[in-house]
């Protein structure tokens, strides 16, 4: 079993900035993959921005450029830098972690609580 904690949400201005951290722990994989998905009023969770233990990443379209998603291996830990901030980033923001097993298509996924993000003047 994996447990995320997430930190670092709350509100800001729209052309602020906010960082979100997410501790995990338990029984993670030497392949794994860490990240970022997001759920606003009345939408579908989307993809925000993954990052694999190798350091490999991807972002979702709508926040290329503006956020960067990050990790430290030793700490199991993950965080998403989010800059110029805009009204429609405003959402619950959930850590995803994806245990990978080597040689298969066998995923575990876990997800953390989430953290409430909110971009309003």
């Known amino acids: 079993q994996v447990q995320l904690v997430e930190s670092g949400g709350g509100l800001v201005q729209p052309g602020g900035s906010l960082r979100l951290s997410c501790v995990a722990s338990?029984?993670?994989?030497?392949?794994?993959?860490m990240g970022w998905y997001r759920q606003a009023p009345g939408k579908q969770r989307e993809l925000v921005a993954v990052i694999t233990n190798g350091g490999s990443t991807n972002y979702g379209d709508s926040v290329k450029g503006r956020f960067t998603i990050s990790r430290d291996n030793a700490k199991n830990t993950a965080y998403l830098q989010m800059d110029s901030l805009k009204p429609e980033d405003t959402a619950v923001y959930y850590c995803?972690?994806?245990?990978?097993?080597?040689?298969?298509?066998?995923?575990?996924?876990?997800w953390g609580q989430g953290t409430q993000v909110t971009v309003s003047s």
């Open positions: 338990g029984n993670i994989f030497n392949v794994n993959a």
């Open positions: 995803n972690l994806k245990n990978f097993v080597s040689s298969t298509r066998i995923s575990y996924v876990y």
